[in-house]
């Protein structure tokens, strides 16, 4: 578990050819979606366009499934294969390749995306079957996936950066799917925008990183710089052609000697920082940048866009708005990997961070916050996405409050757990819309367990996972988190060491278990118990048929796919409205695959709830990755698993393994309290306990359900002024630039109309005087044909005269 | 005008002249005295007065040409002019020329000219002025062509040779037919073109009238 | 009173023809145009009778005289014609009738 640092060498590395096609597939796929799709769609109906989508989705699976294997089968402090493809840009000490890595760390996330990716591309068949645009939809979750892999593959920031771009792209695209929706659209628009806030800062912490690592190397007098001396062993690269760089000590099996300087790629900046004796950590933590700890500001830039991709506080807010998009986007994006990018990038820079205990600090206390705070908005949504999204931010706020603390395993593995569950509970609340003919108010749902019983089952074992109840993968990561959170002692603020911020961020978390167990159960007891309320208006247009194959839907495990669905797509048992309960056998509604006009409601198809099935199983066998150390006394198998990619060290309070077990019973105590209270309020809908309250407190209950109005300040502090500078400045562009410009073409026309006077009265008076001077000389002249021969001899005399003279004078 | 202030006038005019001559040659005597073109002459003898009275007679009658008012007194002054030059000829040894001239010219232009003055009678009242100049352009245009001319004929030193008068009929006979024979043939053509021309340009014309 | 030279006849031809381009020019009587115009061609006789007589000897001045007599008769023939038929055309022989040609 505790690696002695100076034990640590640099990483050892292991050159594949075939790391590339991972991204490569979707890439493929998004490629001859996006150009094809429409005809292939024409031509040979949906089922090639998924075909295609889900067949890339699965190769690239499987090659992630040789890469694990191939990792899988080294040793433990060797796991890394790269592949590097080309050199992509050098400029001075800049430069970064297309190259890809597979650490411990991103395999993991490789394989996460890989396999629930291609789960959701099953789940979107059956999902979004009747939409025209079907070819679109695919060509866009091809190109997520492509950009999540870059994002996790890439060895490098830059890598990285495009991939975190193509997220945030693949996002907009995809939200904003139904774009003729001017709701939609501007929901895909806000995404994007806020995104921009984080990346950002994203950038900014970059580029200080960056420019950190490149000090100068003598000390110069006339300059303030960051210059240090490296240590012992250092040489500068013989007759390299790059003077920015050193080279640090070599590690006895290492086949890269250390490069130390200002770089992009991930396992040479981490090489620096880890390995002590190149005394760059050391360096960088003593550091300072306008009067704050350089690594600090660092850490909280870069968290700054994690903040954005991530949604913690102050910019959670796009996610919310982000459910217009279809469900599937919502389960693959914002529940399952994109949101987790944050994370991803905080673990991958743990070593920087465990630098810099501001950083963690202020990484944890936001975490902590967003996920206090998103919860206690869930409590009141009516509408089922909503409150997945809500829970989405709040479960996000657990997993920085796990990397924040210094828990970066715990972070992750809970990143794990939470990419099932919430995927399932997504594509659950997906079924559940599709079964209630696109209603997501949880207020026209209630006893959809008797029509959609794997829907409920799935649904349910997810909710258990989320609140934290053992046996469900929720409770191990959710307790690790929560356990390390109280035990962390290395937190700072300003500088200043905050001891009591684990535990008051532990207080949070326990807290917020509460309130997540509390509005999971609400939702679940909401939409699946009680009576159907909605569907009003239909129910008259068709017979109900129970599908007498179906039984009650009660199993003691979803672990089995339903085994009694029927081929033709699965119809839920439809029941009357109102009060009937078991009719005799109706007659069977043919041809119904999906809800569409009908008034009551039914399962999903197969495509739907295999997908949920296997999502739920993933929820509860995830558990076996994470059992705690209290009870095996052995590492957990994940924190075994990524400990190399994850060097950094945290101090930690030392607590006996039953305080662990102990706080764990708190956990699983908060959870059954809010349980309780769920099921109170909401089992069956019965209680009038919650109108009650809210009319009592109603107040209170408008500024929650309003989301404490936090996109109507966002709305009057940055829409509003952003739109008055935009119509400001189009003012000026109009009243300003544009009278500049017609002023000069007023100008131009004068000088045209200037120089056409002149043309007309000067040139064309030269030569009209011309003329007129010839014609007015003749018409002069002519005055001599007097016709009177006494002119013509006066001119005769005078010039025979003249010629005499002439003669005479000049001889 | 009458008749007494119109001889008034004239007797006037040419005395003015005479007078402008003679000042002029006055002025010029000096000069003529001094200029190696003229010889120095003996006495005055009866030569010179009746040249000088042929010359008076030449010019005045030109004079007369250029300044009468009545057509009639104009083709008179012509008249003694050509008188005067026929007498000059005789000086110069030109005995035919003077002949011929008298023939010729009295006799045949100048009864031409009558019968043309007398055919275009309607003009009662000849008066000096053209339209466009007027007499004064002429009298510049004297004034300045007479100076010349004279200047030419009295400072030019021309080459002076003993004149012997002499009997020329017979060398003009000789020169008309040997030398001069194409001109003396061509002459005669002329002639014959003059008399058709001006017969055809002279009459009326009979067609349309 | 010299003796009679070259000098005298030229002046003399001088004089002749001044009064004869003076008639020339000034008069408004076609005719009197004329008369001038054989005013001059005496005035040339006189000269070259003059220089043959005292210059070049022979006889060519004298011929060319005889010339200048005939076709002064000619000219005064053919103008005389032009006159009478100026005057049928125009009846007047003023010389600013015949104006034509005037533009």
């Not at chain 1, 839907?553 to 339903?562: D, E, L, N, S």
């Not at chain 3, 007589?53 to 000219?75: C, D, K, N, P, S």
């Amino acid at each position: 578990m505790e690696h002695p640092l100076n034990e640590l060498g640099p990483v050892v590395v292991h050159q594949v050819s075939y790391l590339w096609l991972i991204p490569l597939f979707p890439a493929v796929g998004a490629f001859v979606n996006s150009l094809f799709g429409i005809r292939l769609q024409r031509a040979l109906g949906k089922r090639a366009v998924h075909l295609i989508a889900i067949g890339m989705m699965a190769l690239s699976f499987a090659v992630a499934v040789r890469a694990f294997l191939e990792l899988y089968a080294l040793a433990p402090g060797e796991r890394f294969l790269s592949q590097t493809l080309w050199r992509m840009l050098t400029a001075g000490p800049l430069s970064f390749d297309l190259g890809f890595a597979l650490d411990p760390l991103s395999m993991m996330m490789v394989l996460i995306i890989t396999f629930i990716g291609t789960l959701i591309h099953v789940f979107s068949t059956g999902y979004m079957a009747d939409e025209p645009s079907y070819w679109r939809f695919f060509a866009y979750l091809n190109l997520f996936v492509f950009a999540m892999l870059l994002l996790v593959m890439g060895d490098n920031f830059a890598l990285m950066f495009f991939g975190w771009e193509g997220v945030g792209l693949a996002s907009y695209l995809l939200i904003s799917f139904w774009y003729t929706d001017v709701e939609k659209a501007k929901a895909g628009m806000k995404a994007f925008v806020v995104n921009r806030f984080g990346d950002f800062g994203f950038i900014l912490g970059l580029f200080l990183l960056f420019w950190t690592l490149g000090g100068v190397w003598e000390p110069r007098a006339d300059v303030r710089s960051l210059a240090y001396h490296p240590e012992i062993g250092t040489s500068a690269v013989a007759g390299a052609a790059n003077p920015f760089f050193a080279v640090g000590p070599k590690a006895s099996e290492g086949e890269h000697p250390v490069k130390i300087g200002p770089t992009l790629n991930f396992r040479e900046l981490r090489d620096q920082v880890v390995i002590e004796s190149t005394g760059v950590a050391e360096h960088l933590k003593h550091q300072r940048v306008w009067g704050f700890a350089l690594m600090a500001v660092v850490g909280i830039l870069l968290f700054v866009g994690a903040m954005g991709k991530s949604a913690q506080i102050p910019l959670y807010v796009w996610l919310p708005d982000a459910m217009a998009g279809p469900t599937p986007v919502s389960a693959l994006i914002h529940a399952a990997t994109m949101v987790t990018a944050g994370v991803y990038m905080v673990a991958r820079l743990s070593y920087l961070y465990a630098l810099s205990p501001t950083a963690m600090g202020w990484v944890a206390a936001i975490g902590g916050l967003t996920a206090f705070f998103a919860a206690t908005i869930g409590f009141f949504q009516y509408d089922i996405k909503k409150v997945l999204a809500y829970s989405t931010v709040s479960q996000l706020g657990f997993m920085f409050v796990g990397v924040g603390v210094g828990a970066f395993w715990a972070g992750t593995y809970h990143l794990l757990t939470h990419a099932f569950f919430k995927a399932c509970l997504f594509l659950g609340s997906g079924s559940v819309i599709l079964g209630c003919h696109h209603e997501q108010d949880m207020r026209q749902m209630g006893g959809l367990k008797k029509h959609m019983p794997i829907t409920a089952w799935t649904y349910l074992i997810a909710c258990w996972a989320i609140a934290g109840f053992p046996w469900a993968s929720g409770f191990y990561s959710k307790d690790e988190i929560l356990w390390k959170a109280f035990a962390a002692r290395d937190l700072a603020f300003l500088g200043h060491s905050t001891p009591w911020l684990g535990p008051a961020i532990f207080l949070l978390g326990i807290l917020t278990a509460t309130g997540t167990s509390f509005y999971m159960f609400r939702s679940y007891y909401m939409t699946f118990t009680g009576r159907y309320r909605g569907g009003a208006g239909h129910a008259e247009e068709h017979d109900e048929d129970p599908h007498s194959a179906h039984a009650a839907p009660h199993h003691a495990t979803a672990a089995h796919p339903q085994d009694n669905v029927d081929p033709n797509g699965g119809h839920g048992a439809a029941h009357g409205k109102k009060d009937d309960h078991g009719h005799g056998a109706h007659a069977a509604d043919a041809g119904h695959g999906h809800g569409h006009h009908g008034g009551t409601p039914h399962e999903s198809p197969l495509s739907i709830t295999a997908v949920l099935v296997v999502l739920a199983a993933g929820s509860v066998l995830a558990s076996l990755l994470g059992v705690p150390a209290a009870w095996t006394h052995h590492e957990p198998l994940l924190e075994r698993w990524l400990a190399p990619s994850l060097p950094a060290e945290v101090r930690f309070a030392e607590f006996p393994h039953s305080t662990e077990i102990l706080f764990q019973g708190l956990g699983v105590g908060a959870a059954v309290v809010g349980w309780f209270f769920a099921r109170l309020l909401f089992k069956d809908g019965r209680s009038r306990v919650p109108a009650d309250l809210k009319k009592r407190f109603f107040g209170f209950w408008t500024v929650v359900y309003n989301k404490y109005y936090v996109d109507e300040a966002y709305h009057a502090v940055v829409v509003r002024p952003s739109l008055f500078l935009a119509r400001f400045l189009f003012w000026f562009d109009q009243h300003v630039i544009d009278w500049l410009v017609n002023f000069a073409a007023w100008l131009g026309r004068l000088v045209a109309n200037i120089d056409g006077a002149i043309d007309t009265y000067v040139v064309d008076g030269a030569v009209n005087a011309v003329a007129g001077i010839t014609g007015e000389a003749g018409r002069a002249l002519r005055r001599i044909e007097t016709g009177r021969i006494t002119t013509y001899l006066y001119g005769l005399t005078l010039g025979s005269l003249l010629v005499v003279l002439f003669n005479f004078l000049f001889r | 005008m009458r008749p007494f202030q119109k001889l008034l006038a004239w007797s006037a005019g040419s005395l003015a002249v005479i007078a402008a001559v003679v000042v002029a040659s006055a002025h010029v005597a000096p000069a003529l005295a001094a200029s190696p073109g003229v010889a120095k002459g003996g006495p005055v003898t009866l030569v010179d007065v009746v040249f000088w009275f042929l010359a008076a007679l030449a010019v005045g009658g030109a004079a007369g040409v250029a300044l009468s008012r009545n057509i009639l007194y104009t083709s008179l002054a012509l008249l003694f002019s050509l008188l005067g030059v026929a007498g000059l000829y005789v000086y110069l040894s030109a005995d035919f020329i003077a002949v011929a001239q008298v023939l010729i010219y009295i006799g045949g232009v100048l009864v031409l000219i009558l019968f043309a003055v007398m055919l275009t009678n309607r003009i009662g009242d000849v008066n000096i002025s053209n339209a466009s100049l007027g007499w004064a352009g002429g009298a510049l245009l004297m004034a300045v062509v007479t100076p010349l001319v004279l200047l030419v004929a009295i400072e030019v030193p021309w080459r002076v040779r003993e004149a012997p008068l002499s009997a020329t009929t017979a060398a003009l006979g000789h020169a008309l037919l040997q030398r001069w024979l194409l001109p003396f043939e061509l002459a005669s053509l002329i002639l014959l073109a003059t008399l058709i021309g001006a017969i055809v340009i002279a009459r009326k014309e009979l067609k349309a009238d | 009173m010299a003796n009679v030279t070259l000098s005298h006849f030229l002046v003399v031809g001088g004089l002749l023809f001044a009064l004869g381009l003076f008639t020339v020019l000034t008069r408004r009587n076609a005719v009197a145009v004329l008369m001038g115009v054989e005013l001059l061609l005496n005035a040339a006789n006189v000269n070259l009778v003059a220089f043959n007589h005292y210059v070049v000897g022979g006889i060519a001045g004298q011929t060319f005289t005889l010339f200048v007599i005939v076709l002064a008769a000619a000219e005064a023939a053919v103008g005389l014609a032009i006159v009478l038929s100026i005057f049928h055309t125009f009846k007047t022989i003023d010389v600013r009738a015949a104006d034509l040609m005037r533009e």
